[in-house]
């Protein structure tokens, strides 16, 4: 793939996946640049779009809908019985999906699920980028940092779910580690999590929470230590927050 | 029932551009849903189907009403409040997506929130992949004009 077919690419549908999209990425800096800038977008793109949705808008809907077959039923529908039995099916039915899609609003399931999504190709990038790129994500979050850990593979704002995170990559030796950071979100607790053959940890840093994902746990205790320098300062880590 | 309602409601408004209308599209959307139980062949697909239901709801009621639209210089994009910077973005990108033709706006809609590749897109609007994927480039091109004056990168990458 060269550099036109990419950036053609990225301006249909940036959730860059295949194959030879990610060789040509991790090869080209300035597709690389335009990768982040298509990001950075995309992010401004979806949170604007997500338009706060009406308070109470499925119980109305369903309110009305049962209220409505009573009201039909009452004035001789013959098959309202039908109706009312297929509306509990369908609740039962999306209800089913609701579920699971439910169970993937924690803070592990969403940072899961972004990571191995359209995320997944920046995991193979190991050339570090500048620095002031990294200060500049945190800064556009509303986060100062008082240093800048090196070693930092991808950085973009991006949204998961609800949260505007600063997300990163950073290769370690034998894998890559996902590194998000939710700027006032304060995890209530800190803990270690598995998903699948993915291991994570979530715990609260400065104001915000910093979630690491990688296959291993084995970078996770310097990895910690390292960004509490950078968000909280040595004097806070030294003392010790976690 | 509920994360459905919200993406409906979601997809609704950017189709209707108003709120009142979006909600009543929704209603109705659930209404014919619900009188097309058997219509629904697998669960996983239910979104597609029921974004499929509301443009046709849409497009029977209210698709000559058009979409208002804001000047971008009328925003109030003020440095006050929790996250400014966020809130007035939001407007910003918000203004200039209602100012794109219909035919822009609902590809890169369907994508973006829906989440559909352009090929299951090109089937629910019943045009060809390549359209969309010329329509949801040229949509973000648009978007970027307007927003940041960003030089027109289809004629560079030799899109129609």
């Known amino acids: 793939m060269d550099c036109l077919e990419f950036r053609r690419l990225l301006g249909t549908d940036p959730r860059i996946a295949g194959a030879a999209a990610r060789e040509h990425l991790e090869s080209c800096p300035r597709c690389r640049d335009a990768y982040a800038r298509a990001h950075a977008f995309e992010g401004r793109l979806s949170q604007a779009l997500a338009v706060p949705v009406p308070e109470g808008l499925a119980d109305r809907v369903l309110l009305n809908q049962l209220t409505g077959e009573r009201q039909r039923r009452a004035t001789g529908f013959r098959y309202g019985w039908i109706a009312l039995a297929a509306a509990a099916s369908l609740a039962l039915a999306i209800g089913l999906v609701q579920r699971q899609r439910a169970s993937a609003a924690s803070i592990p399931d969403l940072v899961v699920a972004h990571v191995n999504g359209e995320e997944k190709p920046m995991l193979a990038l190991r050339t570090p980028v500048a620095s002031g790129e990294v200060k500049d994500a945190f800064t556009n979050r509303g986060v100062h940092l008082a240093s800048v850990p090196e070693g930092v593979s991808y950085v973009a704002e991006c949204p998961v779910g609800k949260y505007p995170t600063v997300h990163m990559v950073m290769p370690r030796d034998d894998q890559p580690v996902s590194v998000l950071y939710f700027p006032n979100y304060r995890v209530a607790a800190a803990q270690d999590f598995t998903r699948g053959t993915q291991h994570g940890r979530e715990v609260r840093v400065a104001d915000g929470t910093l979630v690491m994902l990688a296959e291993n746990t084995a970078e996770f205790d310097a990895l910690e230590h390292t960004w509490r320098n950078a968000l909280e300062g040595p004097a806070q880590t030294a003392a010790g927050s976690r | ?160």
């Not at chain 2, 910003?92 to 219909?102: D, G, Q, Y």
């Not at chain 2, 040229?138 to 990168?153: D, P, T, V």
Request: hydrophobic residues 40%.
């Open chain 2, 1 to 160: 029932m509920r994360a459905h309602s919200g993406e409906l409601y979601r997809y609704a408004y950017w189709l209707s551009g108003d709120s009142a209308l979006a909600q009543d599209l929704v209603q109705e959307t659930f209404l014919r849903a619900w009188r097309s139980l058997d219509a629904l062949r697998e669960t996983v697909a239910a979104k597609a189907w029921l974004t499929t239901i509301l443009r046709r709801e849409h497009a029977r009621l209210y698709e000559r009403k058009p979409m208002p639209t804001t000047d971008l210089a009328d925003l109030d994009i003020s440095d006050t409040g929790p996250s400014p910077e966020r809130t007035g973005e939001d407007a910003v990108m918000r203004a200039a997506i209602a100012k794109l033709e219909p035919k822009y706006r609902e590809p890169l809609v369907l994508q973006v929130l829906g989440g559909f590749s352009c090929d299951e897109i090109a089937r629910q609007l019943g045009i060809t992949e390549a359209a969309v994927m010329t329509q949801v480039f040229r949509a973000r091109q648009k978007l970027k004009s307007m927003l940041e004056g960003e030089e027109r990168e289809a004629e560079i990458y030799g899109l129609p």
